[in-house]
C-alpha cells in the first residue's frame, strides 16, 4: 500500500478578537434592552403627566417594536463589526483589516518589525485571550493585536517567523510540576 499523503499549504492565519468580548457585548446589549424597557413601565408618574402616559401605553406596541428593530440592527452591527476587524499573518507580513463598508488595511513587513510584546492577564488566562503588540521600526508604528483568541499561538508563529525580534512576556505565572 502506498503513502498517500497529501500536503496543506497554508498562505495566512486570519485572527479575530476572542469571541467573549462579541458574547459580553451581545448581552450588554441584552442588558441595556431590558433596562430600557424597565424604564418605559416603572417610570414615575411625577415627571409624565397621566394623559401622556395612557398615550404611551396605547402604543406601546410600537415601542416594543422600535425596541426589538434597535436591538436587532444594533446586535447585527455588532457582528459584523467583530467579522471585519481582523488579522492575518503572513509569511513576509502582518496585517490588520477593518471596516464594514470602507475597508481600511494597515500592512507590517515582518522584516521591519523589530519588538513583540506578549501580554495575557488573569481573565486572559481563563477564557484564552491576550495581546500582542509589535513595533514597526521602518515606518515608527506600534501595532497591537488587541485581545485575540489564543494569543500564544500566534505569539509563537511570529516568533518561528521572525526569530530575531526583541521579546517580552507578561502573564500571570504558570505553574510547572517540574518546578520542585
Known amino acids: 500500500m502506498a503513502n498517500n499523503q497529501k500536503t496543506i499549504i497554508v498562505t495566512h ?3 479575530r478578537q476572542s469571541i467573549s ?3 459580553l457585548k451581545l448581552i450588554l446589549i ?3 434592552t431590558a433596562l430600557a424597557l424597565l424604564f418605559f413601565f416603572l417610570l414615575p408618574s411625577s415627571y409624565i403627566s397621566m394623559e401622556i402616559k395612557l398615550a404611551l401605553f396605547s402604543s406601546s406596541i410600537f415601542y416594543f417594536l422600535g425596541i426589538i428593530v434597535l436591538k436587532t440592527l444594533l446586535s ?3 457582528v459584523l463589526q467583530w467579522l471585519c476587524d481582523y488579522y492575518e499573518i503572513w509569511s513576509n507580513k502582518v496585517t490588520h483589516k477593518k471596516g464594514i463598508f470602507w475597508t481600511k ?3 507590517h513587513e515582518l522584516v521591519d518589525l523589530k519588538y513583540l510584546g506578549f501580554e495575557q492577564g488573569l481573565f486572559g488566562r481563563l477564557l484564552n485571550f491576550g495581546t500582542i503588540t509589535l513595533f514597526d521600526w521602518k515606518n515608527e508604528v506600534k501595532a497591537t493585536l488587541y ?3 489564543n ?3 500566534y505569539y509563537q508563529l511570529l516568533q518561528h517567523l521572525v526569530p530575531t525580534l526583541e521579546r517580552e512576556e507578561k502573564t500571570i505565572l504558570e505553574h510547572s510540576k517540574d518546578k520542585d
Open 76 to 78: 447585527l452591527f455588532t
Open 30 to 32: 441584552d442588558i441595556l
Open 13 to 15: 492565519v486570519n485572527i
Open 21 to 23: 468580548f462579541l458574547v
Open 147 to 149: 485581545l485575540i483568541h
Open 151 to 153: 494569543p500564544k499561538k
Open 105 to 107: 488595511k494597515e500592512d
